[in-house]
Every structure is written in structure tokens, then in C-alpha cells.
């Protein structure tokens, strides 16, 4: 063992490097300021639709530019740029992203708009990558990662409520973007309190190591997962109108289930070392697939609340295992820095893919297609763990 391995062995928590809390806590800030939008966008953009800045296909389509956009800042910023420079780098990020607010509450047109939202997507998945590159080189990424969700839900939650009651009221949805450029803004004191530069990892060459049926299974395991949540909740209004749930009590659901999504993330931070990742992967997919199932079927009052309360919850518990998950599948840990992007990739493509199976006003399919994409990612988890016994037994005789 050289010099620098047993330092890094006495790192305790840290496979590379040795950040103070402040630096962990910092850019997990970052990351979370990237995630911000994901429980904003029933707000801001449900204001520019009232306001007619947008149409209803428009609107789809900016909130799936964005998403998309959200996935491929993350994954080319975490796979393709070097750990260095982090301070620079979140602060370019977060002035770039301030400035893309700036411009959507400002543009003229839904071009302008999509335009817009996708340069804001690029500028949030490089501030996600400043969290997950920092979360890859922990030993206890699971948790590390359920400390993620849990401060991003929280921050949602707050600047939800903020915009909901004061902003946009008062200067509609172009004083909720400004706001939210504010708090980007305000950002910048935080982006100099990160770790300047993170030791590189342990690995030979990036894209080999995610190219493996192990790494691959995964990570669609995870984008199906993410499918099936991005369809259900993108035609929650619509679904509900459907079975007679007016537009108003399906925005209180969609608020509850951010709390619900608050307490899913605090609680598989507290047990996520007592379950073993493929018993919460199979049993979240489950009960995935039941609950939208139960939305297919006509449902009561009492149960459609009770779904959307479970799939709020289930949203952010699975994350721990799904960090664990990419880890057994990748020893290097590169393919956990591609997981922010497998799940912005299925809550982008999710709606679009139901989309295609709606029949005038029956919007049946939709939940339909969301249990097929739970049970997808169930599957996909089977051919993972098949697949690594085969390497393991392989090894073994070795």
C-alpha cells in the first residue's frame, strides 16, 4: 500500500479525498438549486399556461426540453469534465442558470421559452453533477444520497409555497422565474465554501465501465422506474377529471405528495442500511405498479388521494437503493454518476411515451403504461441480479 492509499484509507467515510461537513453540506446545496425546478414546475408553469403564454402542447413540450436538457448537463459534466475548479465552475453554473430565469420570465414566445428552460436545464444538470460526483466518492453514498432528496424536497417545498402565496400573485409567473434566479443568485456565497477539487476516483477508462449488461440493467432499471412516475404525474389533472376529482383537490394531492415525497426520503435515509437494495427495488416496483393499476380503475375519492400520497412517497425512498444498486454494478462508481440523468431521462420521456396511448378523453392508458414501466424496472433488476451471479460464480472458480 503507497502513501497516499493509506491516507485515503483512513478517509473512514470517503473513498477519495476528505471533506468537511460544511463542503459535503455545500454541494449538496448546489445540487439541490439544480433540482429546484422539479417541484416548482406545477407552479411556474401552470402560471404561464393561465397566463396563455403557452398552450397545452406547449407546455409539454418545455417541461420535457428542460428535463432532457437536466439529464445531459448531468451526465456530460460528470463523465466528460475533470473534478477541478468545482468553486468556478458552480459559480459560472449558477450565474448562467440565474440568467436563463431572467430570460423565461421575459420571453416573448413559446420558442423563446423552450429555448429558455433548455439553456436553464443544461446549467441545473451541471450543478446536480457538483452533488453526485461528491456523493460517488463517499462509502456511504446510499445515505449520503438520501441526504440529497430529502434537503432538495425540502428547498422545493419552501419555495413552492413561497412562490404560490407571494410571487406569482402578485407578479404572476415571470416574478416566480425572477425569484427563482434570486435564490441562484444568492447561491453564489455557497459556491465558494465546496471542495475546490475532488480526488479522482479509482477507475481506468469511464465509458467502459458503464458499458456492461450489469451497469446497463441497472441504470434502465432506474430510467423505467422514473418512466412510470413522470407519466402518472404529468396526467394527474386530467386523470382525476376523468373519474369526476376536480382540478383544485388534485393541486392539494400534488402538495401533500411533496410532503409525502419529504417523509419517503427522511425515512430510507433512516433504514437504508437495515433493507437490502433488491427487496426495496422489487417491493417500491410493486407497489408502483398496484397503485397506478388502482388510477386505471375508476377509484374513489378516498383512494386516488391514497395513491398519490403512496407514489409520493415511494418517489425518493427508492433513490438510496438505486445509489446502491449502480455501486453493485459498477465498481469504479461511474455509473452513479449517471443516475440523476437515467431518472431525469425517464420523468422527461414517461409523458411523452404515455402520450401516444391516449384515446380522446380516456385517459385509462396512462396508468396503464405506468404499472408496465414498474414492472419494467422489476425485471430489469432480475436480469441484473442474474447476470451478476453468472460474473460472481465465473470469478469464483477463477
Known amino acids: 500500500m503507497t502513501a497516499s492509499q493509506a491516507a485515503q484509507a483512513e478517509n473512514g467515510d470517503w473513498l477519495v479525498g476528505n471533506p468537511t461537513g460544511l463542503q459535503l453540506a455545500s454541494a449538496l446545496w448546489i445540487g439541490s438549486v439544480g433540482l429546484l425546478i422539479l417541484g416548482l414546475q406545477p407552479v411556474l408553469l401552470g402560471a404561464l399556461y393561465s397566463e396563455g403564454h403557452v398552450t397545452g402542447d406547449e407546455l409539454a413540450l418545455v417541461a420535457t426540453a428542460e428535463m432532457i436538457a437536466i439529464a445531459i448537463g448531468s451526465g456530460v459534466v460528470a463523465m466528460l469534465l475533470p473534478a477541478r475548479n468545482m468553486r468556478w465552475k458552480s459559480t459560472v453554473l449558477l450565474v448562467l442558470l440565474a440568467l436563463a430565469n431572467v430570460w423565461t420570465a421575459y420571453a416573448g414566445s413559446p420558442n423563446a421559452l423552450i429555448g429558455a428552460r433548455t439553456l436553464a436545464g443544461l446549467a441545473e444538470g451541471g450543478l446536480v453533477a457538483v452533488a453526485t460526483e461528491l456523493i460517488a466518492r463517499s462509502r456511504r453514498a446510499e445515505r449520503i444520497g438520501g441526504y440529497f432528496v430529502t434537503l432538495q424536497t425540502l428547498a422545493q417545498c419552501a419555495l413552492a409555497l413561497i412562490l404560490a402565496l407571494y410571487a406569482v400573485p402578485r407578479a404572476g409567473s415571470a416574478g416566480g422565474f425572477i425569484a427563482l434566479g434570486i435564490v441562484c443568485l444568492l447561491s453564489l456565497v455557497v459556491a465558494w465554501t465546496v471542495p475546490d477539487d475532488y480526488a479522482d476516483l479509482p477507475k481506468e477508462e469511464q465509458f467502459a465501465n458503464v458499458a456492461t449488461v450489469p451497469a446497463i440493467a441497472a441504470l434502465l432499471s432506474i430510467f423505467c422506474y422514473f418512466m412510470f412516475f413522470g407519466a402518472v404525474w404529468a396526467f394527474l389533472e386530467p386523470i382525476g377529471a376523468q373519474f369526476g376529482i376536480d382540478g383544485r383537490t388534485v393541486g392539494l394531492m400534488v402538495s401533500a405528495s411533496l410532503a409525502a415525497q419529504v417523509l419517503g426520503a427522511m425515512t430510507a435515509t433512516s433504514f437504508e442500511a437495515r433493507i437490502d437494495y433488491r427487496f426495496a427495488i422489487t417491493a417500491i416496483g410493486i407497489v408502483a405498479a398496484i397503485s397506478s393499476l388502482l388510477l386505471a380503475s375508476g377509484p374513489a375519492l378516498s383512494v386516488f388521494w391514497a395513491v398519490a400520497l403512496v407514489m ?54 396512462v396508468p396503464e403504461f405506468a404499472a408496465a414501466a414498474a414492472l419494467a424496472s422489476v425485471l430489469l433488476l432480475g436480469i441484473f441480479v442474474l447476470v451478476a451471479r453468472g460474473r460472481g460464480r465465473v470469478r469464483a472458480k477463477g
Request: a negative charge; hydrophobic letters at 60%.
Open 312 to 365: 409520493g412517497f415511494i418517489l425518493l425512498f427508492i433513490v438510496p437503493y438505486q445509489i446502491r444498486l449502480a455501486i453493485t454494478a459498477d465498481e469504479t462508481r461511474t455509473a452513479v454518476l449517471l443516475v440523476p440523468a437515467a431518472q431525469l431521462f425517464g420523468l422527461a420521456i414517461g409523458p411523452v411515451a404515455a402520450s401516444l396511448l391516449i384515446d380522446g378523453a380516456d385517459f385509462r392508458p
